[in-house]
């Protein structure tokens, strides 16, 4: 939690009048909606970003009350869902408009969506006018703000790159909605984090489109500690999970014996193996088996053999080093994260193992891993 804390100052520091709508859909990255939501709440966060009314719903009857702004798309039933309970609908289609129109009794403001590359939500940017002219002056529907969402926002320092043109393009549809008097939402980590590199540089380039307007921001990876540039991040953020798990038992292997599933692993010497509490069915990858390694007392050590259901088996035979395997009954093992000695093992490194992304590191541990929250939950 305090990590969290602390993820969260940097924004609200460095952009102390902006827009600032951290994403906790997929339950929070994984890392628990309910909890943080309304950690965030008191941490002064004004809004809040889910993908599914279900998610959203699920923060309004746990007791979350700032605005919670719903990003997928929804059908009359789910317009009729977002207005009972006071969200806010990110607006993508005509559908979307006429679901509304049929179902709010009151003024409902809304956000509008553009397409302005992605290709995957939005109206799309030759629709602006229409969409204006539509909405102006609707007695049901008031609009408060404009979005759009960055595909390689990696790049979006350069002038001349896909994340400039969305920006410019959310820019000048922001113009034909002028008389509305709506902001515009579009940065995401890999954008927030490019800026935040900017001005460290001390570039002020007012024609440059990530200061052609206060962009709106929506991070939601680096609210979790990680960037998502692929090189250390100007924010000094921290990690805020640790996956971590217990040693189920231990096997004394003899040479030329296999480990798990499949036999692809085999003992090139006399060695001891401990079995971990956690398997892909947790969320750990079976991708990594024979590939990633674990902190266990502190020390990395390979996964050796197929990542089971509910097990991985790791070699700790240089560890342990012939002591009592009694001692190491309890020692903590670091799937990804901190240790308690402050030893790391960053879930960034885990995933280019996997050929995937923190993102989906940090979104894939299950629901039946127990979340323990630590630190201070009142700031
Ligand atoms: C619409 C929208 N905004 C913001 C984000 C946050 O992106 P990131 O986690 O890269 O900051 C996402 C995540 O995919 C998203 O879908």
Known sequence: ?????????????AF???FLCPMVKAN??????????????KLGIQQLGVCLIEEGLLLRKSGVNVEILVFRGFDEVGA????DNNMTAVVSTWEQIEALEKVANKKVS????????????????EEAQ?????????AKIEVKALCTHLYIGENAQEMDQTSAHQLQKLNKISEVFKSMNVFCHALNSSGILNLMEMEKKGSQDKSHPLYMQNWGLRPGLMIYGYSSLGHPDVAGLKPVMNLKSVVNNFRQVKAGETVSYGAKWTAQRDSVIAVISIGYGDGYHRLLSNKSSVLFDGKSVPVV????MDYLMVDVTDVVQGRALETFKNTEVVLFGADQKGHVLSADELAHKAHTISYEMLTSVGERVPRVYVGKETP
């Open 110 to 125: 809304v956000h509008v969506k553009f397409d302005t590359g992605m290709n995957r939500l939005g109206f799309r940017v």
């Open 305 to 308: 053999g197929t990542v089971c």
């Open 80 to 83: 009729k869902a977002i207005i």
């Open 130 to 138: 229409k969409v204006f002219d539509r909405l102006n002056g609707h």
């Open 1 to 13: 939690m305090d990590n969290l804390t602390h993820n969260i100052r940097v924004l609200q520091k």
């Open 28 to 41: 929070a990255y994984g890392h628990g909606d309910v909890k943080l939501a309304l950690h965030l709440e």
């Open 16 to 18: 102390p009048n902006r």
